[in-house]
């Protein structure tokens, strides 16, 4: 079956066609890292790392892009209110989101930009602008004419009439208040870089097209971010850098918030629940489960309870890949390719909750072969759950996850909690044999208060997370 997508500029769900046959070529808006991140912005990062894991098992060979804004006004202000310098508040939060994304399993990007280190092709691209009458410059800033580009906002359905273009301070000189600031003027005390028009800093839009052109060329594959970049980022990406001569992004992929209560999580409005301090709470591995496993389009409201949900449903998953590897006595290696089923609800627009539907049936016949005693059938249904976990990032007997080559904190500790428990078993195990009844009973209803539930199996008792 043909992968489909979803493309916001279509509106609907498309045949994906690469430029390059056996090559996907994909930029995606990374972190503006005037803060440490939030579960809803590693949400982006995770699913289009689950997009990227899935069309490497197609077999494509994947360019991914995901920059670094690491100057725009947010850090500026913070600078200020800090009295630190600007580009140690970025470099700070910079590696707390490169933390993020390690501790949820997603693979590190084929190139990984800074915006400061691209003023040079800033530069060369507004000056073409401004020499073909896309641009042009007043009082230090250089601003984007919307009028000069029909096809401004196609991509998010506008009207131009209607349009209110956010406004940053400064922005002095415009021809008309619709037109965007590809280069603001310096301010005292300010960052700032020299140009043909004086001196300034980057806008956030010219950032972006000159990334994506230095690294993808002048046409690529999919362009992706969240669902508010739409308007007014990849809209004025798409007029900077179509007026510059490159046909830029042939698919545009977006996914949705994770809300609390309702409205979208953002520092601004105080209500923002940091990756960190989650992590301290939940094993990442449950936290990818959680934020990975809703389709990228689907809005998620946050809460306690879905996370609990999501910790005994992945406990469901580990618990049966733990109990085939004992009967196995041994590592079962993931299966060359996944079921039918799962593959067609990837292709369909990366339909994860469908996919994952077909992880847990194969779980369920994997455990009914476990008690019939059919390792063979168990072994089979291990390996095919493995090779589904994988395109998900979610293989617990992956390096990154058993801690041979990541930090999984739940991980890290299950040694150690194993060695305990299996002392209270053994002391269970002894007053059983002794038929005091009464005290093996107490003890397992003790562990299971600890929040660990027992099964006595004919290969001994087995502690599993409740």
């Known amino acids: 079956m043909t992968i489909r997508l979803y493309d916001t500029s279509a509106r609907q769900i498309r045949d994906f066609t690469p430029i390059i046959p056996g090559c996907v070529s994909i930029y995606l808006c990374g972190a503006t890292v005037q803060a440490p991140p939030h579960i809803g912005h590693i949400r982006s990062g995770l699913n289009f790392d689950i997009l990227r894991r899935w069309l490497l098992h197609r077999g494509y060979d994947v360019t991914f892009i995901r920059n670094v804004t690491d100057i725009d006004d947010k850090i500026i202000s913070k600078s200020a209110d800090q009295g630190r310098p600007w580009w140690a508040i970025g470099f700070e939060n910079e590696r707390a989101f490169t933390a993020g994304y390690d501790a949820l399993g997603c693979l590190p990007p084929t190139y990984e930009p800074r915006a400061t280190g691209h003023v040079p092709e800033m530069i060369e691209m507004m000056r073409a602008l401004i020499d073909s009458g896309h641009a042009y410059a007043a ?58 028009w004086g001196r300034g800093r980057p806008g956030w839009h010219l950032e972006c097209s000159a990334m994506a052109h230095k690294y ?39 996914n949705a918030w994770v809300t609390i209560a309702g409205e979208k999580m953002a520092k601004s409005l105080g209500n923002s629940v940091l990756v960190s301090k989650m992590v301290e709470r939940w094993r990442p591995i449950v936290l990818r489960y959680y934020l990975g496993t809703p389709h990228y389009r689907s809005t998620i409201e946050y809460s306690e309870e879905a996370l609990r949900e999501a910790e005994s449903a992945f406990a469901r998953i580990e618990g049966f890949v733990q109990r085939v590897v ?12 996944v079921p039918p089923a799962f593959a067609e609800a990837m292709d369909d627009d990366l339909g994860v909750p469908q996919a994952l539907a077909v992880v847990h049936t ?23 759950v493995r090779a589904m976990l994988g395109v998900l990032g979610l293989d617990p007997l992956d390096d ?3 801690g041979t080559g990541g930090a999984d904190r739940g991980a890290d500790l299950h040694g150690a909690v194993d060695t305990l428990v299996r002392l209270v078993l053994e002391q269970r195990e002894a007053a059983r044999a002794r038929k005091d009844y009464a005290a093996a009973d107490a003890i397992r209803d003790q562990l299971q208060q600890s929040g660990l539930a027992i099964e006595d199996t004919p290969d001994g008792p087995r502690w599993t997370l409740c």
């Open 139 to 196: 009082d230090g800033n250089v601003y984007f004419d919307v009028r000069s580009y029909p096809g401004y906002l196609a991509l998010s359905n506008q009207e131009l009439d209607n349009l209110r273009q956010p406004e940053g301070e400064g922005e002095t000189g415009k021809r008309d208040q619709r037109d965007f600031a590809m280069w603001k003027a310096a301010k005292p005390g300010e960052p700032s870089w020299e140009t043909p």
């Open 216 to 254: 993808l060329g002048s046409r690529f594959d999919i362009h992706g971010g969240g669902i508010d970049l739409v308007f007014p980022h990849h809209e004025n990406e798409i007029a900077q850098s179509k007026t510059f001569g490159d046909e830029f992004a042939d698919y545009w992929m977006h």
């Open 326 to 337: 004992e009967k196995a006595g041994g590592t079962v290696a993931p299966a060359a390719d």
């Open 362 to 384: 194969t779980v369920r016949q994997g455990n009914a072969a476990l008690s019939a005693d059919d390792k063979e059938a168990a072994v089979a249904r291990l390996a095919e």
């Open 400 to 402: 990154h996850w058993t």
